[in-house]
């Protein structure tokens, strides 16, 4: 079945970075849209950037010139760099398969455009 399992979360003080790694499994088409979601407490799962299967690219306000995605079908993974870290990043970050194969994303990532999530890698700055 497929799987996605994420891993790299921590705490950090503003200014630090991490990087989130997510391994996905069980298909063998690689052309979906992948993404990461992030869902802070109260408040609704926010699409931070995704990736389509010819490397291009989307990332929200929030995080962009901070945030850069990354995939590797090869290695099956989907990786997301996050620099210049603000308490406001804090949040459950998520991994996710998008429905519909085909290569393409459609901007900006919805929650209702992926089928496949991870179970999720909680991420904490303080400042």
Do not use: H
Request: charged share 15%; with cysteine.
């Amino acid at each position: 079945q497929v799987q996605l399992v994420e891993s790299g979360g921590g705490s950090v003080q503003t200014g630090g970075s991490l990087r989130l790694s997510c391994a996905f499994s069980g298909y063998t088409d690689k052309s979906y849209c992948m993404a990461w979601f992030r869902q802070a407490p109260g408040k609704e799962r926010e699409g931070v950037a995704q990736i389509d299967n010819y490397q291009s690219t989307f990332y929200a306000d929030s995080v962009k010139g901070r945030f850069t995605i990354s995939r590797d079908n090869a290695e099956n993974t989907v990786s997301l760099q996050m620099n210049s870290l603000k308490p406001e990043d804090t949040a459950t970050y998520y991994c996710a398969r998008g429905l519909w194969g085909g290569g393409r994303c459609y901007n900006p990532p919805s929650p209702t455009d992926f089928a496949y999530w991870g179970q999720g890698t909680q991420v904490t700055v303080s400042s």
